[in-house]
């Protein structure tokens, strides 16, 4: 039998001693402890994560509020003071108390708002940290300028106009735009040329006689283009343009072909409400002239674009200032057409059709050079007078192919390229068109999405306004 241990002092200190060696030799625990340490490190940056996830999102919330509320007060169609505007804005969506400042510029043709608000938020994880709360910052500037603009609004006034309400649609969804985009405030700042179009364009007196044109008869007024211009904007100063001819083609008849000497569709438009009415402000007087539009001719929708493009070229300002001598342009826009370089200038095209290029033909020259033959077609339908009076074999004698529709399509090509190498924004509009109108007018638009196709008058009118909103554009600009 053993003998007990006497329990002395220094045992018990060896002993404990000991076990403590022991622990320390041993891993058993230190896999939790390491766990516990990690979880209690994943809470502390998740809930700082939480943090900074709620101050975000508080941003975003207060700055779309901050946003919408400078866009509508920029806006200079609504009357309301501006920081009445935005102030209602924060009320509405409870944060009135986070609104710190609204400062608002106005100018004659331009208004800017700019909002700053902030929030302070509490931060309950970061408060560990020393950080009670975090600043919750919005700023916006919106700004609506009426900046200088330049508008040729190129309408069809072709034969099928007259088709399916089609003309007097387009009166009404034309006049909107001339409405929104003229609204009060643009005086001085928005002209705007009208070019009508069918088989020609009746530039008429005025702008004839500032260009250098062989003159050959006084009964209207148009030019017939070269085909190697449509690769340039400009009609080009000092070149001796060749005068259309005055007859018709075409034959109206009710019954049986070549019934009526009619000559209302002559090739080249002679009606004082046909001419092209350039660089205008004069609202009431533009809508005037589109409502006395009719129905006529062919369709060259290629000679349309040009005119309104030469409108907008610099080089026309020659040609304006004798148009502002004659009375026929304001004197506040002497300067214009604006070089392609200026910033502050905005050069677009509005372009409308319901159908595509037709054939264009003209009399030959050996039966168009006397002043009595000059006389004599302007007197008689062109295909009645033949088959009334020529014999079927010399027909052919009698006339050519100036511009096929083919033809027509690549001149409409050109000049639409020329116009967007400048800087030109074309708009263009597709009225109940057939494939084939779709594809040349989507393609001389600036972009697809400058490409309207419509049908009925409701849309139509629907894409002008659309188009006079985007040139009338609210920005925001920070």
Known sequence: MMSPVKLTKKTLTNSLSARAERFAREEDGIMTVWVLAMIMMMVMVGGIQLDFMRHQMERSRLQAVSDRAALAAADLDQTQDPKTVVQ?????????????????????????????ASKELDTPYLRKFGVDTLTVPARSKAEERFQKVEISLVLDVS???????????????AKSFIDTVMREGTKGYVSLSLVPYSEQVNVGPNIFNALWVDTFHNFSHCIDVPDGHFVQTQMTPGFPWDQTQHFQWNR?????????????????????????????????ALKAQIDLFQARAGTAI?????????????????????????????????DRPAPYNDAETLKTIVLMTDGENSD?????????????????????????Y??????????????????????????????????????????????????????????CASSPSHYFDVDGGTELTDAFKAIAGQIHQLRLIQ
Not at 267 to 279: A, F, G, S
Not at 308 to 323: I, K, N
């Open 88 to 116: 209602d804005y924060f009320t509405k969506s409870g944060m009135s108390s986070y609104l710190s400042s609204v400062t608002v510029d106005p100018g004659l043709n331009y208004r800017t708002v700019t909002v700053n």
């Open 159 to 173: 034969g099928s106009m007259a088709d399916n309400s089609k003309l007097s649609n387009m009166k009404v969804a």
């Open 252 to 284: 109206y008849s009710i019954e049986t072909d070549y019934e009526e000497n009619t000559l209302f569709d002559t090739v080249c438009p002679r009606q004082v409400y046909e001419r092209v009415l350039p660089i205008s402000q004069d609202a009431g």
């Open 302 to 334: 290629y000679m349309g674009v040009k005119w309104g493009t030469a409108l907008l070229d610099p080089s026309f300002q020659q040609s304006t200032t004798r148009l502002v001598s004659d009375g026929v342009v304001e004197a506040t826009f002497a």
């Open 360 to 384: 264009s033909n003209r009399i030959s020259s050996s039966a168009y050079k006397t002043d009595s033959e000059i006389a004599h077609w302007s007197n008689w339908n062109f295909q009645y």
């Open 386 to 443: 033949l088959h009334t009076f020529i014999s079927s074999k010399k027909h052919h004698q009698y006339y050519y192919p100036r511009y096929t529709a083919a033809t027509g399509d690549t001149l409409l090509e050109n000049i639409c390229d020329a116009a967007k190498r400048e800087g030109i924004v074309i708009w263009s509009i597709g009225f109940e068109v057939d494939l084939h109108g779709t594809d040349i007018m989507k393609n």
